[in-house]
């Protein structure tokens, strides 16, 4: 078993930046990649950006590429994503979530094995 918390989430005025933090914890060899999802009210989860654990290519949502940034620290067994020029519509719940194999693509939720809590991004006008 995989355990993920994120960290980073709050309030912010649009333009603004926001780090969130995800560390993993338990049998974290078993991990191939990482994710971050958001979920806005009365949304689907969506995909926003992807790495794989012992690095290599990433992969982002094409409304935040140039402005969020995932990137991981393996001696801390986390990984964090980097927000900038936050807009409104950024605003969601954002979870981190670890793959063991890529299954169904990079981008789709099943793909994950494990998920975090979440954490509340907020931005306002």
């Known amino acids: 078993q995989v355990q993920l918390v994120e960290s980073g989430g709050g309030l912010v005025q649009a333009g603004g930046s926001l780090r969130l933090s995800c560390a993993a914890s338990?049998?974290?060899?078993?991990?191939?990649?990482m994710g971050w999802f958001r979920q806005a009210p009365g949304k689907e989860r969506e995909f926003v950006a992807f790495?794989?654990?012992?690095?290599?290519?990433?992969y982002y949502l094409d409304s935040v590429k140039g402005r969020f940034t995932i990137s991981r620290d393996n001696a801390k067994n986390t990984v964090y994503l980097q927000m900038n020029s936050l807009k409104p519509e950024d605003t969601a719940v954002y979870y981190c979530?670890?793959?063991?194999?890529?299954?169904?693509?990079?981008?789709?939720?099943?793909?994950?094995?494990?998920w975090g809590q979440g954490t509340q991004v907020t931005v306002s006008p």
């Open positions: 979530a670890a793959a063991e194999i890529i299954r169904t693509g990079y981008a789709d939720p099943k793909t994950y094995n494990y």
């Open positions: 338990g049998r974290t060899s078993s991990v191939y990649a």
């Open positions: 790495t794989r654990w012992r690095g290599g290519a990433t």
